[in-house]
């Protein structure tokens, strides 16, 4: 039995990313939950990345770009920092 996770097909104008990669900061717990309950609501593609960082180690999840675009629409744009 193979548990090699099978890539997904890269979507080059709708890329899968993680909220840290969209709002490029770390989003915390609390914002993770309530993407992730969205996603569920929408039955949306969600995939997992594990990480290893200084201030992190675990998986996160990745979501379609227009999934977070739709989520944030109504709140404050990520910053061009």
Known sequence: MNNTPTPLPEDQDDPMMSLY???RKPA???LGKEVAIYAARKHAEVATRDVNTKSYTGP??????????SYFQFTEAPSED
């Open 28 to 30: 915390g717990p609390e």
């Open 60 to 69: 996160v999840h990745l979501y379609r770009k227009s999934l977070l675009d």
């Open 21 to 23: 990669e969209y709002l």
